[in-house]
């Protein structure tokens, strides 16, 4: 089987396009494909107008905030921004509209885009400014709201092995949204902390088939790591 594993710079050439709509993995650090993260940060003039997909707004100075700051982000859709002052403050300024989702709804709605479903209800929020001008419908006498699923262009997740087929495991929580990320796209790509021969994973523990896998990346050493360690 041919090897799915490519340079970083063959990546973004063949993949990645202004105007594009990526789900970004990460719940915090976990699962944050900063290596690509950082390279993509460098092609602000190709890669703009971009629709981020992610748990959270990451820190200041790093993960998406790299892309923030070279302004090549038009709309954030999160669960958790407050970490990042930087941009709470470029959203106030009006320079990147975002878009603030209940966590479990966010993953349903990224759940649903991957296994084709296109809305579901939720009563989550009603009552509360999540519900002002959202559309409701009613169902046994009780309203719900409408919960669109959520699909993507690209998916730029981070994995802890992966096979050069593209079957991907994850340890602990690092997996987050990752998974259902990888069912949402178009296409994914797949930053791997490990990269081993297939069959190293067994069959059992694959969280991310190699099917959907259209690249693969190493992941490089990042210098937050090397601080924390």
């Known amino acids: 089987m041919k090897s799915k594993v490519f340079e970083l710079d063959d990546v973004i050439d063949r993949y990645l396009k202004a105007g594009q ?14 290596t690509l993260l950082e390279k993509i940060a460098r092609h602000p003039q190709t890669l703009s107008n971009l629709t981020l997909i992610k748990n959270d707004a990451n820190e200041p100075g790093l993960g998406i905030d790299l892309l923030f700051r070279q302004g090549m982000v038009n709309k954030l859709i999160a669960t958790h921004i407050g970490l990042n002052p930087d941009f709470i403050d470029r959203m106030n300024r009006g320079e990147i509209a975002c878009e603030l989702v209940p966590q ?12 084709g479903i296109p809305a579901f209800l939720s009563d989550i929020g009603l009552g509360t400014e999540v519900a002002e001008g959202r559309e409701t419908l009613n169902l046994n006498g009780r309203p719900y709201l409408v919960e669109y699923a959520l699909r993507g262009d690209v998916a730029l997740v981070c994995a802890d092995i992966v096979d050069l087929a593209g079957n991907a495991w994850w340890r602990g929580s690092n997996r987050n ?5 990888a069912y949402a796209c178009r296409t994914t790509i797949l930053e791997a902390s490990e990269i081993v021969d297939i069959g190293v994973i067994a069959p059992e523990n694959v969280h991310v088939p190699g099917v959907l896998v259209d690249a693969i990346v190493q992941a490089q050493p990042r210098a937050h790591a090397r601080q924390d360690a």
């Open 177 to 181: 949204m990752c998974v259902p990320m």
């Open 21 to 34: 709509t990526w789900m970004i993995g990460g719940f915090g650090r976990g699962g944050v494909p900063f």
């Open 104 to 115: 479990g709804i966010f993953a349903e709605r990224i759940r649903a885009g991957g296994v």
